[in-house]
């Protein structure tokens, strides 16, 4: 059964919003998302930070592994980019860490453009491979430079506002001082949140609009059979290559936003194998192959983090061994459970179950 009325313009088909759910969804989304920082907690308030970082990563994750179909273990490495270029351009030259994001995202994008030619001709696990190798040599490249990065013991994040005079009293930025507006404190977590709120809105608007582009549709026909989409005139090297780029583009965008947020970074971790691994599941557990899965997918993956935590402790006097984990293998076992369940009975993910609840509707109040 459809989901949507039946299309007869191309008008209708590029709408942005084009039927009543996206608009009531929309209406409900707003009041939320701009009262969410004014009553959550501090702890809540931290979580929704990093639910819009792992959005921006998750829509460049999508771009490569669901829209161009090529799996990469290497996402980590263009987040851990991202991040220390800020850390850097802050620290090094006191760059406002506003500027600092996007200078992130294109050196990210010229590595991902530079490493896209060489897998032009690997698939599945021996792409895979190849992009593990980057992340290895990503870390490696940064502790072999400690006069900029500080090698393993990190590196602080300056959060200047605007170009530091000389002699500055506050090395580390402006922006982390609370900010007053009449009878209203704005504090450091709150304005990083509407910051990043701005963020990954645009980025899921980015991400919508590729989706639906010529470049879009190349990357998925190349990612559905490349010979096809090869006759039919689409360069399927091309496709993967500005598929690696934008999504390390993103990536480079979600790793400063994350050195923002924890304004001490160090290579590893979080920049490893486990985070790659991590936004692999996030894409499942959202729906492959949609701007929908990779936003409700990282939502849902980091506001399940705390819950798992507080499940875990209740279940360790009754389960053996759970004891002797450590709380990141715990919410490891409970995600790759959750995504072994998806697989098996709902392969599109939240997708998915969103589809079945509009089909529902559509329908009620009869069942076919």
Not at 331 to 340: E, N, P, R, Y
């Amino acid at each position: 059964m459809p989901t949507r009325p039946l299309l007869t313009r191309y008008e209708d088909d590029l709408k942005l919003f084009p039927d009543r759910w996206n608009k009531i969804g929309i209406a409900i989304a707003i009041p939320i998302l701009l009262a969410y920082p004014f009553v959550a907690s501090s702890q809540w308030l931290t979580v929704g930070n990093l639910a819009w970082v792992t959005v921006v990563g998750s829509i460049g994750m999508m771009m490569l592994t669901g829209f161009s179909g090529q799996i990469s273990l290497g996402h980590a490495a263009f987040l851990a980019l991202g991040a220390y270029t800020t850390a850097i351009l802050g620290e090094q030259l006191g760059l406002p860490f506003w500027m600092g994001i996007p200078v992130s995202g294109f050196v990210a994008a010229a590595v991902g453009l530079a490493i896209g030619p060489f897998a032009l001709r690997l698939e599945g696990l021996y792409l895979a491979i190849v992009t593990l190798g980057l992340l290895f040599l990503v870390n490696h490249t940064l502790h072999s430079l400690p006069e900029l990065t500080h090698g393993s013991i990190g590196i602080s994040v300056p959060m200047h506002t605007w170009f530091p005079a000389d002699g500055s009293p506050d090395p580390m930025g402006t922006f982390a001082k609370p900010l007053v507006l009449g009878g209203l404190t704005v504090s450091f977590e709150q304005k990083l949140y509407f910051f990043f709120l701005a963020i990954a809105i645009v980025a899921t608007y980015l991400g919508v609009n590729v989706q639906r582009s010529n470049t879009g549709r190349s990357m998925m026909a190349v990612r559905d059979h490349d010979v096809a989409a090869a006759v039919m005139g689409v360069h399927p090297a091309r496709a993967k290559v500005i598929s690696f780029g934008m999504s390390a583009f993103f990536a480079g965008v979600a790793g400063a936003m994350f050195a923002c947020q924890q304004q001490y970074v160090t290579i590893e971790p979080p920049f490893d194998l486990n985070m790659s691994v991590q936004y692999i599941a996030i894409i499942v557990l959202g729906g492959v192959g949609t701007i929908f899965g990779a936003v409700w997918g990282a939502l849902v993956f980091v506001a399940l983090s705390p819950l798992a935590e507080k499940l875990f402790d209740t279940l360790k006097p009754h389960v053996p061994l759970l004891g002797g984990l450590s709380s990141a293998q715990q919410a490891t076992l409970l995600f790759s459970l959750i995504v072994v369940g998806f697989l098996i009975f709902e392969p599109l993910g939240l997708f998915g179950m969103w589809l079945r609840i509009k089909r529902y509707f559509m329908a009620w109040p009869f069942k076919y």
